[in-house]
């Protein structure tokens, strides 16, 4: 929950905050490359653990 809620405030939210003198929050308003970064790891990941699944499954099964 904290991941998806960090994930909305970075790509949605913060382009329509306005400057808060905040210095993170002020980067993040600002960031197009590592904002981008949690969502597109998520899909990767459970794709990297599907397959290591199924690897596992292949050997012990032969």
Known sequence: MIGFVVS???LVVSTYMPETKN????WIKHDSHYCMLVPVTLPVTILVV?????GM??????
């Open 8 to 10: 909305m405030y970075a």
């Open 23 to 26: 210095q993170i929050l002020d």
């Open 50 to 54: 599907l397959f290591n699944w199924l």
């Open 57 to 62: 499954k292949l050997f012990r099964h032969n």
